[in-house]
């Protein structure tokens, strides 16, 4: 293949990538991402920009990753209706007891936890909108709490392959289990947590010290108090079922290794339980067929599953593919071709941070990756460090950021681009240095 033809094919799939991007970003009315990726990815095999059979063999390897994201989605959706995240959202305000700094505080340990159990994804959509009305509640400035909960939905997403889509390439590119992922990224995760709290903590200080704002908050919570004793009003009880189910598929993925079982599979079978106990809820109150129940939750199933996405996801793979098989692979490779040291290592991350800045975070991951693999497990988790905390820089670095900015506008909570970039460019690079240099001692 000539050299101009070679071009020609990446610079057609860089376009590709770029009008994905711009449509799953933008969201115009009424056009699918998927329908726009899986044309995006039938175009550039029909000028041969990239094989059927090196498209196909791309899309094989995904299909698990993308089943278990897919599950995943299910789960958390059957944990919202289940009350789950609205619990959540009820204890924090009572244990904060009226402090803006403990509610920060509380709001972060569990924003960072539910990125690490149940995805980055569940953090942005289904928490972020407790965390605002909680902010709300309480009278306190929603910015730090909501900040959380973008920062940590990326850099609390390094510690188990259910936090990030992208933990899942890397793990089922190096051949790691469940288990041995969060032995190798659980330092990391810790040191990219603190320092994160660090830097929000700081940088919010007169916020969050501001004496009044707690006790108008103090005053509100007491009311209510008062309130809800004199009508007889109960709090949100505990979904026990939704702890219990999230809880033992957590157990089931860290031992999915030692039971040679795929994590899709664990995934599936926590919806199960939630599915049937639903429906039967669902039957019992509906006025129509015996079916509407089962029907009615199916059909919630079906959106929290999100298939256009999922297609969209199993496209991009296409493109990628296109991108490393007309030179991008063999122009990046010798970034790898070295014995690994801690100054590399940094060196990986800072690159693959600023490339998921510029193309978005899982393009950026599903090219960097596999390059990295081939060189040692150590490459590609400092490429994982990057493409999770990197996009704090910027809005476009992954889609968490873009849905929590709409999150909050649909809220009517402003957004200013100002100070995301200056929070942005002091937690990465140090969020970056404090993660590689965990993973550097952990190795």
């Known amino acids: 293949m000539s050299t101009l033809a070679t071009a020609a094919y990446a610079l057609a799939a ?19 991402e998927g329908l726009i990726g899986g044309l995006g990815a039938i175009m550039l095999i029909a000028i041969g920009a990239t094989s059927s059979a090196a498209a196909l063999d791309r899309i094989e390897g995904m299909l698990p990753t993308v089943l278990f994201l897919g599950c995943c989605l299910i789960l958390a959706g059957l944990c919202q209706r289940e009350g ?26 569990v924003a960072a936890v ?18 605002i009305e909680v902010s709300l509640r309480a009278r306190v400035d929603y910015r730090p709490n909501t900040y959380a909960a973008c920062h940590l939905a990326n850099t609390a997403s390094l510690l188990l392959p259910v936090s990030n889509l992208t933990n899942l390439l890397a793990m089922n590119t190096v051949h790691l289990d469940v288990l041995g992922f969060a032995r190798m990224m659980a330092l990391p995760w810790l040191a990219a947590v603190i320092v994160e709290f660090a830097v929000l903590r700081t940088f919010f200080h007169s916020v969050l010290s501001n004496d009044l704002t707690g006790n108008a908050a103090r005053s509100r919570t007491t009311q209510e108090n008062n309130s809800i004793q004199q009508n007889g009003a109960a709090q949100p009880s505990a979904p026990t079922l939704a702890i219990v189910v999230v809880s033992l598929t957590l ?26 106990v639903r429906t039967v809820r669902l039957r019992s109150n509906a006025d129509s067929n015996r079916h509407s129940g089962l029907r009615q939750e199916l059909t919630r199933v079906a959106k929290d599953a999100n298939i256009s996405f999922l297609v969209f996801v199993l496209s991009l793979a296409v493109v990628v593919s296109a991108l490393s098989d007309n030179g991008i692979a063999q122009l990046l490779d010798p970034l790898f071709a070295t014995t690994p040291s801690f100054a590399h290592l940094l060196l990986i991350a800072a690159l693959s941070a600023i490339a998921a800045n510029i193309f978005n975070n899982l393009p950026a991951a599903m090219l960097l990756i596999p390059l990295a693999a081939a060189h040692g497990t150590l490459f590609t988790l400092a ?10 820089l910027t809005y476009a670095g992954s889609l968490a950021n873009i ?41």
Request: with cysteine.
């Open 14 to 32: 860089a376009a590709t990538l770029l009008v994905m991007l711009f449509v799953v970003i933008v969201k115009p009315n009424g056009v699918s």
């Open 251 to 276: 157990v089931g993925f860290l031992a999915s290794g030692s039971m040679g079982l795929d994590p899709f599979l664990l995934a599936a079978a926590g919806c199960i339980p939630l599915i049937v």
């Open 114 to 131: 539910v990125t690490a159990a149940l995805s980055l994804d569940t953090t942005v959509l289904l928490l972020t909108p407790v965390i």
């Open 84 to 109: 789950l995240f609205g619990y959540l959202g009820s204890r924090i305000g009572a244990l904060a007891h009226g402090s803006t700094k403990l509610l920060f505080v509380l709001i972060f340990v």
């Open 383 to 392: 490429v994982l460090i990057g493409v999770d905390i990197g996009p704090n």
């Open 403 to 443: 849905l929590w900015r709409r999150i909050l506008r649909g809220r009517g909570q402003r957004t200013e681009l100002f100070t995301f970039s200056v929070v942005g460019l002091i937690s990465v690079p140090l969020c970056i240095v404090g993660a590689v240099a965990a993973l550097w001692f952990a190795r």
